[in-house]
């Protein structure tokens, strides 16, 4: 199996996709078996008895100063079981009706049970089998969601509030809403004026998911999330296994 085909497609797409240019500049280069970790990560909180499946898009719009916006989309499918296990079915590329591009999909899968997690590549056929390590388990902060944009990090010269925005019911699912705002002061970045990054996050307490999420940061843009079609109930257990007919290769040491 070509390794690098299954890491550097699937994982940089997502990544180089969702997260601003200016995050990623600052990351430092890693080995190909932690890229696949952190993706996979992205599903590793365990959450046993609320199993769902759901659609999901994202959507990163940035307005440029003439006016002129640059929009890209993501969807995925996602599956929980009982146990917590979880598969994401990930579509890459820019997935839009008005504008169809070629795409692909990957699927990451994620299974406590057996202490495994997987990287599937269905037009290849292929399977990467990777260990669910210490470092697996710990970078849980995406709560089963796709990573949207990070917020920068706080020192004493920003501020950060909070709002609680109540109870409402989206896709047929009740959830509670909180709103963040971190406020950058006049000058810390050569900014005029401050800047106000604000975020909404509405998640679900019947299956411990954001549903819906926004994230409007005036030097990248505007970020949102969104779950669609869920439906409750147990996931057969085949969802979570590698499919015969796939060649499994485990990643270099």
């Not at 940061?217 to 085949?238: C, K, M, V």
Request: net charge neutral; aromatic share 6%; glycine share 6%.
């Amino acid at each position: 199996m070509q390794y690098d085909r299954i890491i550097y497609t699937a994982l940089f797409s997502l990544t180089f996709s969702l997260l601003p240019a200016a995050n990623m500049a600052q990351q430092p280069e890693r080995h190909e078996q932690d890229r696949a970790v952190e993706v996979l990560s992205i599903d590793s909180k365990l959450i046993k008895g609320k199993p769902y499946v759901a659609d999901s898009t994202t959507e990163t719009v940035q307005t440029l100063p003439d006016g002129n916006r640059i929009v890209r989309h993501s969807v995925s499918r996602f599956y929980r079981d009982s146990l917590g296990r979880t598969r994401r079915e990930q579509t890459f590329g820019n997935i839009d009706p008005a504008n169809p591009a070629p795409h692909e999909v990957k699927v990451f899968i994620d299974d406590p049970v057996s202490n495994m997690a997987y990287v599937l590549d269905p037009g290849q056929k292929e399977a990467l089998q990777l260990p669910r390590s210490r470092k697996f388990l710990d970078e849980r902060e995406a709560e089963s969601n796709p990573p949207l944009r990070k917020l920068p990090p706080l020192d004493e010269a920003r501020s950060i509030t909070r709002q609680d925005l109540g109870s409402k019911t989206i896709e047929g699912i009740v959830c509670n809403g909180r709103q963040q705002t971190i406020t950058i002061p006049a000058g810390q970045l050569g900014n005029e004026r401050p800047i106000a990054i604000v975020t909404e996050t509405w998640v679900a307490p019947g299956i411990d998911t954001i549903v819906q999420s926004s994230t409007n940061d005036p030097r990248f843009g505007e970020t949102r999330y969104q779950l669609h079609n869920i439906q409750l109930g147990e996931q057969a257990i085949s969802l979570f296994q590698v499919p015969s007919g796939y060649r499994l290769e485990q990643p270099r040491q």
